[in-house]
Nanobody, 115 residues
């Protein structure tokens, strides 16, 4: 059974930092990453990372957020610095199972940035 368990969300002031973690279990995953969804908006990609460490970021977070992963632990991290109120959203971890192919989602963790 595949499970993705996120942690690390919370309330922080603008300019502050948070680190999100997501532990995936139950399979082997290729692409892992983070999406976010603000109230009334669609879910958008924040950052993704391959098994080999290739990363891709949304333009809005480049230079402020860093994604990394520990393949041995099936864990993906999102280091968020210089947070802005517009970063406020529910952040979802995602992981792509290799075989059979399927995308999985975590339950989401709230990140709130106050001005």
């Amino acid at each position: 059974q595949v499970q993705l368990v996120e942690s690390g969300g919370g309330l922080v002031q603008a300019g502050g930092s948070l680190r999100l973690s997501c532990v995936a279990s139950g399979s082997i995953f290729s692409l892992m990453g983070w999406y976010r969804q603000a109230p009334g908006k669609q879910r958008d990609m924040v950052a993704v990372i391959t098994t080999g460490g290739t990363t891709n970021y949304a333009d809005s977070v480049k230079g402020r957020f860093t994604i990394s992963r520990d393949n041995a632990k099936n864990t993906v991290y999102l280091e968020m610095n210089s947070l802005k109120p517009e970063d406020t959203a529910v952040y979802y971890c995602t992981a792509s199972r290799i075989l059979p192919p399927k995308n999985f989602w975590g339950q989401g963790t709230q990140v709130t940035v106050s001005s």
